[in-house]
T-cell receptor, first 113, second 116 residues
């Protein structure tokens, strides 16, 4: 069975400050890892994904994430946030060779001026 | 850029009424997903199609929910009768194939359902 835990339901941060959104997962099999962003009343947009290879993954809008197998984590980071990054962010896992996604409960990022 | 289309964007219905949502995936995408997203939670898979066949509907409340994808293209999700607890965002997503290197799902804008 798979589960995803996003430790922070809300993260307030000032504009131009760095931010880290935490994601831990549990799985009995190897998984692929994803981060999605959702703006109000919209669908989800893929930020980045880890399938294999380098554990540091770069995505759109200046975001990056690092896969840590020993800690079963996939934390999302951005060195300097903008007001436009205010949104909800979802971590997701998908068991390899089995195209089913399991989402975390989301983290609301609130960027303040 | 190709997108997943959903309609309606918003739907208000009374308890015990029937309601239907429509999804048109990106052209050529074989796999289609319906998710329910309750406010404050992540999306939860309701049903997954591979072409016109259901491959996973284990979380679909089959006493009131039904889904079809007759020609393997667009899809309809129906609720009858609607209950207050069905108020949620219903998201449709599609992907190119069921297995493969991309493993990327493309989401539509969703249908926000309010049951009164």
């Amino acid at each position: 069975a798979q589960s995803v835990t996003q430790l922070d339901s809300q993260v307030p941060v000032f504009e131009e400050a760095p931010v880290e959104l935490r994601c831990n997962y549990s799985s009995s099999v190897s998984v692929y890892l994803f981060w999605y962003v959702q703006y109000p009343n919209q669908g989800l947009q893929l930020l980045l994904k880890y399938l294999s290879g380098s554990t540091l993954v770069k995505g759109i809008n200046g975001f990056e994430a690092e896969f840590n197998k020993s800690q079963t984590s996939f934390h999302l980071r951005k060195p300097s946030v903008h007001i436009s990054d205010t949104a909800e962010y979802f971590c997701a896992v998908s068991p390899r060779n089995f195209n089913k996604f399991y989402f975390g409960s989301g983290t609301k990022l609130n960027v303040k001026p | 850029e190709a997108e997943v289309a959903q309609s309606p964007r918003y739907k208000i219905t009374e308890k015990s009424q029937a309601v239907a949502f429509w999804c048109d995936p990106i052209s050529g995408h074989a796999t289609l997903y319906w998710y329910r997203q309750i406010l404050g939670q992540g999306p939860e898979l309701l049903v997954q199609f591979q072409d016109e066949s259901v491959v996973d509907d284990s979380q679909l409340p089959k006493d009131r929910f039904s889904a079809e994808r007759l020609k393997g293209v667009d899809s309809t999700l129906k609720i009858q009768p609607a209950e207050l607890g069905d108020s949620a965002m219903y998201l449709c997503a599609s992907s190119l194939e069921s297995t493969g290197a991309t493993y990327e799902q493309y989401f539509g804008p969703g249908t926000r359902l309010t049951v009164t």
